[in-house]
């Protein structure tokens, strides 16, 4: 089964596929929000061309575990999303996800606004790579 994972920004969403076999992750792509909701369809068109069949979304929990307003947003846009894709949406534990991302680019020695351009997608393949091994540990 193949799963898109989502690093919803409000100026842009990463995003990440797994491997058909829902084992590896490949970050994918970094889409910029647009006012008109562009950014919806081509969510749409990547999972209709992949033939996804379920979407993880990263939760933006507070660090003592509750939801602030941004994760009541990402709550929103995510069940909106379902609506339009017609596809499962689960919503994973983001935290840390986007700090753990720099780090990694940092150590590639990926710098300035090359790294602006993919931390999204590569804290989008770390929330899908932590949903895929909780479910297959």
Do not use: C
């Amino acid at each position: 089964m193949r799963l898109l994972g989502i690093d919803y920004g409000m100026k842009r969403i990463g995003i990440a596929l797994s491997d058909p076999d829902g084992v590896m992750t490949h970050p994918l792509e970094t889409i910029v929000v647009r006012p008109d909701g562009a950014h919806i369809e081509a969510i749409r068109k990547i999972a209709d061309a992949y033939q996804v069949e379920k979407v993880v979304v990263g939760l933006p929990y507070n660090m003592n575990g509750t939801l602030g307003t941004s994760g009541d947003e990402v709550l929103r846009w995510g069940r909106h999303l379902e609506e339009v894709l017609g596809l499962p949406v689960v919503f994973w534990d983001e935290r840390l996800t986007t700090s753990e991302a720099h780090d990694f680019l940092l150590g590639l020695k990926v710098k300035g606004k090359k790294r602006k351009t993919i931390v999204d997608k590569i804290a989008a393949s770390i929330i899908l790579k932590a949903y895929l091994d909780s479910e297959n540990p």
